[in-house]
């Protein structure tokens, strides 16, 4: 059964960084496209960044040059490197595939339990 597991959330204060990670189990990541979505109280779910299969990484607007999503080959993991955050950047973030896509973008059709993300002061 394919499983994602999310962690590295926190609370941080406006202008901080974090590191979220996320370890698939049941299929090897290294094949497909991967993502970050959020989804912040009372909105939509939101795309943050897709990486292709080959390490290409396309992320949205509000987060180009705050956001670094990597993945380390054979670990099945794949990273997001948050610098400079915002209280708005509060949510809950996934980790997400679609187990067909290997570039980008990604569908939603797996994610994990989420990390909360927190940026407040």
């Known amino acids: 059964q394919v499983h994602l597991v999310e962690s590295g959330g926190g609370l941080v204060q406006p202008g901080g960084s974090l590191r979220l990670s996320c370890v698939a189990s049941?299929?090897?990541?290294?094949?497909?496209?991967m993502g970050w979505i959020r989804q912040a109280p009372g909105k939509e779910r939101e795309g943050v960044v897709c990486?292709?299969?080959?390490?290409?990484?396309f992320y949205a607007d509000s987060v180009k040059g705050r956001f670094t999503m990597s993945r380390e080959v054979g670990k099945n993991t794949v990273y997001l490197q948050m610098n400079s955050l915002k209280p708005e950047y509060t949510a809950v973030y996934y980790c997400?595939?679609?187990?067909?896509?290997?570039?980008?973008?990604?569908?939603?059709?797996?994610w994990g339990q989420g990390t909360q993300v927190t940026v407040s002061s």
């Open positions: 997400v595939t679609d187990l067909v896509a290997s570039s980008c973008p990604v569908g939603y059709d797996y």
């Open positions: 049941a299929f090897t990541m290294d094949y497909y496209a």
């Open positions: 990486i292709t299969r080959d390490g290409d990484a």
